[in-house]
Nanobody
Framework: QVRLVESGGGSVQAGGSLTLSCVRYGHTSGGDCMGWFRQAPGKEREGVTAINSDGSVSYADSVKGRFTIAKDNAKATLILPMNDLRPEDTAPYYC??????????????????WGQGTQDTVSS
């Protein structure tokens, strides 16, 4: 069984930076995809970025050039530095993982293991 624990959320002004972390506990599989999602109030859960088991990464158009996903296998940690934050980035951010997500890393229904979320708030 996998448990994911996010941290690093907070409140910043527009243009600021935050770095999120997601620590994976329990079963570790090198074949799993890991991703970050967010869900603003009244909106669907959105795939922000993901890293496949082969190391390939993908980003939502809205965060390209500002967010960078990275994985530290030795620490079983997924990291997300976020720069040039905008008010529209405000949302709880969730870490997720699943082997099945490698085929469609930005589809939330492909993931079965989720963290509890960490809130990011960006003020204008």
């Amino acid at each position: 069984q996998v448990r994911l624990v996010e941290s690093g959320g907070g409140s910043v002004q527009a243009g600021g930076s935050l770095t999120l972390s997601c620590v994976r506990y329990g079963h570790t599989s090198g074949g799993d995809c890991m991703g970050w999602f967010r869900q603003a109030p009244g909106k669907e859960r959105e795939g922000v970025t993901a890293i496949n088991s082969d190391g390939s990464v993908s980003y939502a158009d809205s965060v390209k050039g500002r967010f960078t996903i990275a994985k530290d296998n030795a620490k079983a940690t997924l990291i997300l530095p976020m720069n040039d934050l905008r008010p529209e980035d405000t949302a709880p951010y969730y870490c997720a993982t699943d082997h099945a997500a490698n085929s469609s890393p930005h589809l939330p229904e492909k993931y079965t293991s989720w963290g509890q979320g960490t809130q990011d708030t960006v003020s204008s």
